[in-house]
Structure formats: structure tokens, C-alpha cells
């Protein structure tokens, strides 16, 4: 198994592109079915979330093209099933963004619950009735979900809490139906927008995403586009703190730093600095940082809980404690025994972490537990005394493209040995 081989210390230096956003590009991805023409999508990371997604729309039907400068057309005109094989939905989660619309599309689906994973139950009771809600019959027998949308009819509905996942399922599965759909208490993150802007430049009729109401008024049909979605927020947040961790000097271009103006808020405060020009984003850091008193990870535009691991591994090595409570998913400090491997001083009761900074993480032998921990981890090795190995990496080759290239381009010593 491959694995990253850090040795801590060195000052980061230089510029980063940042590529399309791997949780805007799924669902746009999904919602390519929604059209027999062909769609493109553009800047796209070659990560294994895609990968694994891009297996699961070629197992319905679709035919899939990807060039190596990240263009990735899919043609579902030939689609010629609504089911999802159990051992590649239980691989990504995101493969229940196919729900809606496969339903709208062929009005069934056949999809496995997709598996919680290392940060959480993740249950989809809010895209479930949701759906039902739209007169879509499902039937839920062996782990499988048999879907029937041959009824299904425009209704107003509320998720029971603002779902990222069910706000888009719910508008791609509302697409087609006569009527005006009017989803309440929805998601506002940056992708959800992506989306509406992805579907009405393909015919669709949608409106209020980004705010807590969104209205789809259903079409007969959609037509092909080319597209490029919105830049990853998420490996932006990243690498700012990478640099702010290692007495950086870093610019991150194609960014919109308003996605990410929770983290920028919060930066501020530890003497690191921060400017946001226009798609750039230039973070100086020297020495060691204050701690942040407290970070709450609230749903958009709150503190992302994609950012929370990141934020946690600086907060080990600032001056003070911190007292960082996870308030989206129930289980996300797996990394906190790997962050203690390294001489970090973190006490965990329920979702909050209360750190003590240190002034420097020793090099240990660390293994990544999801994504966003495995990417803390080689942020926690760059600021290290010594060598820090880092394992289990495929975790985060889920998202992040190549962190070793990228990184050792800035200046860090790191390379991945298999
Ligand atoms: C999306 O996941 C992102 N993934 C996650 O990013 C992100 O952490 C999350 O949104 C929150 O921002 C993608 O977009 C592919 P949710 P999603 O539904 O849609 C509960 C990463 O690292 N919930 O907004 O699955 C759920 O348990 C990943 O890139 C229900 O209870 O998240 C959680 O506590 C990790 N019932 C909360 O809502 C449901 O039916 C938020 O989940 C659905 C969700």
C-alpha cells in the first residue's frame, strides 16, 4: 500500500491551481444522465471519487471520455438501466446522487444503501422521504432500494435539517415534473448554486439556491452543455493552512475566496496573514501562530466540517488552547490518536476537542483514517520534527490529486513510496 514520507520543517514557498470542486463535480456528474446529448465538464481533478463515480455511470450505460487536462464528457444516451450493483455503491457514497436522476430520467431506480463511513452514520432518511414526498415509491428490501417514479408529481417539501446530498438530489429528481417543486430548509453551500447553474444552463427552470427556499419549476427536457463548476473550497481551506503551518508564502489561484470566508475570518485572528484578490488567494505565515479560542463547524457559510481536521492539526501547534466542537457529523476525530502519535496534546469528550498547543509534533508512523484526517496528518508531518510517515493513503487520493507533487513543488520534502 502506498504511503507518504514526510520530513518536517521546511518553509513553503510558491502557487497553487486550484482544480474543480470534487463535491461540486459528482453531482454535476450524476446529473449528466438527465440529458441524452452530450455533457462536458472541464478543470475536473483526477482523484478516485471521480474515478470510482465515472465506473459507476459506465456500469448504467453511460460512455464516458476523460483527457488528461481534466476534461471528462459523459453521453448517457443509451443508458439502459436504473440499477446501481450494490458493490460499487457501497465503494462512494456518491453514487446516491444517481438517485434523482435516474428517476427523473427513467422513473426507477434500483440503488444499494449507500455505507456510513469513517466520519459518521450518513443516513439518507432525508433524501428517502424526500422522494416520497414526490410520489416516488420505494421500496427498501435485502440493502437495496427499488424506486419507482412513474407517479411522481411536484410537491413543496422541508428537509428536517439543510442536507448538502438531499437538496441536490431532490432538485435533480424534480427537474421534469410539472408544476413548481418548492424545497424548504435547504443546504446554501456553494455547490448546491453550482448545480442550479449547471442544470438551468441545460434547459432547466430552478431558482433560490444559496438561500434556505429553492424552487424548481419542471421542463419536458434538457440539452447538452459544456461547463466548468466552481473551484474546491475544500483543498483551497487545505493548503492555506498548510502554509500557515509551516511559515509559508503561498498563492492559491482560480479560488473564490468568498467560499472559504470562514476560514479566512478565523486565520485572521492568529497573526497569520491573509489576502484575497479577485481568484487569488495569498497566505504569509511566520512562526508559530496564536490558538483560535473556539471553532464550531456549522452547516454553509458557518465554519466547514471539511476544514475541521485541518483547523484541529493547526490548532496543536499554536500558542494556547482551543476548543474546536464538531457539530455536523457524530464521528469526527478518528484522527485525534494519530494527531497523540505525533506528541499533540488533544482531550476528546463527545464532539468537542480541546487542544493545548505545543510548540513543535515530533515525526511518528501515522495512518490516514478518512479523507480530510489523512490530508491533517501530512499538514501535522510538514510542521514536524523529523520524518513522519504517513499510511493508508488511498483515503486521500479520494480527493486531493497528487498532495505529494503539489507540495514538494512549494518546498516540502515528501514523497509517496509504494
Ligand atoms: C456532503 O456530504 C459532502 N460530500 C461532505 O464532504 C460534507 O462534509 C457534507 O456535505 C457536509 O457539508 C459531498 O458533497 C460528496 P449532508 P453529505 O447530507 O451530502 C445528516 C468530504 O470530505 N443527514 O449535508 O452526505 C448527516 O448524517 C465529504 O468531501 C441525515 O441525518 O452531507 C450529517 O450529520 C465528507 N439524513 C448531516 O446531515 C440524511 O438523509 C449533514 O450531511 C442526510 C444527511
Do not use: W
Amino acid at each position: 500500500m502506498s504511503r507518504y514520507i514526510i520530513e518536517g520543517g521546511n518553509p513553503l514557498e510558491g502557487s497553487i491551481d486550484v482544480k474543480a470542486a470534487k463535491n461540486s463535480v459528482l453531482p454535476l456528474l450524476a446529473a449528466c444522465i438527465l440529458t441524452e446529448d452530450k455533457v462536458t465538464l472541464r478543470n475536473c481533478p483526477d482523484i478516485s471519487d471521480i474515478t470510482n463515480m465515472l465506473k459507476i455511470m459506465i456500469n448504467i450505460g453511460c460512455v464516458v471520455e476523460r483527457d488528461d487536462m481534466g476534461n471528462i464528457t459523459v453521453d448517457s444516451s443509451d443508458i439502459y438501466c436504473g440499477e446501481v450493483p450494490c458493490v460499487l455503491a457501497k465503494e462512494l457514497r456518491s453514487s446516491i446522487f444517481l438517485m434523482g436522476p435516474m428517476l427523473s430520467r427513467v422513473k426507477k431506480a434500483k440503488i444499494s444503501y449507500p455505507g456510513g463511513c469513517e466520519i459518521g452514520m450518513r443516513p439518507i432518511d432525508i433524501h428517502l422521504s424526500g422522494l416520497r414526498e414526490l410520489n416516488i415509491d420505494i421500496n427498501e428490501e435485502y440493502g437495496y432500494l427499488d424506486c419507482d417514479a412513474s407517479k411522481a408529481e411536484a410537491a413543496q417539501i422541508v428537509l428536517d435539517l439543510p442536507s448538502v446530498g438531499a437538496t441536490e438530489n431532490l432538485m435533480m429528481a424534480s427537474v421534469f415534473l410539472e408544476g413548481k417543486t418548492v424545497l424548504r430548509n435547504c443546504a446554501k453551500e456553494p455547490e448546491i448554486a453550482d448545480l442550479q447553474n449547471f442544470l438551468n444552463l441545460m434547459g432547466a427552470k430552478i431558482s433560490g439556491a444559496g438561500s434556505s427556499v429553492i424552487v424548481i419549476e419542471g421542463v419536458k427536457k434538457l440539452h447538452g452543455v459544456e461547463y466548468t463548476p466552481i473551484p474546491d473550497r475544500i483543498i483551497a481551506g487545505t493548503y492555506i493552512i498548510a502554509a500557515a503551518m509551516c511559515s509559508g508564502n503561498v498563492e492559491l489561484r482560480g479560488v473564490v475566496p468568498e467560499h472559504i470566508y470562514s476560514l479566512i475570518a478565523k486565520l485572521s485572528k492568529t497573526a497569520c496573514k491573509i489576502y484575497c484578490k479577485n481568484d487569488k488567494i495569498i497566505v504569509k505565515s511566520k512562526g508559530r501562530l496564536r490558538s483560535l479560542d473556539r471553532i464550531d463547524t456549522m452547516y454553509y457559510p458557518g465554519f466547514p466540517t471539511d476544514m475541521q481536521t485541518q483547523m484541529l492539526a493547526l490548532q496543536t501547534i499554536s500558542k494556547g488552547t482551543s476548543v474546536i466542537v464538531e457539530n455536523i457529523f457524530e464521528t469526527r476525530y478518528k484522527t485525534v490518536p494519530e494527531f497523540k502519535k505525533m506528541g499533540a496534546d488533544i482531550t476528546v469528550r463527545d464532539r468537542t476537542a480541546i487542544v493545548r498547543g505545543v510548540s513543535r509534533l515530533k515525526g511518528a508512523e501515522v495512518c490516514a483514517t478518512d479523507l480530510r484526517g489523512g490530508a491533517s496528518l501530512v499538514l501535522a508531518g510538514l510542521a514536524a520534527e523529523g520524518i513522519t510517515e504517513v499510511k493508508d493513503i488511498y483515503h486521500i487520493d479520494r480527493g486531493y490529486e497528487d498532495m505529494s507533487r503539489v507540495l514538494a513543488e512549494l518546498g516540502a520534502k515528501i514523497e509517496r513510496s509504494s
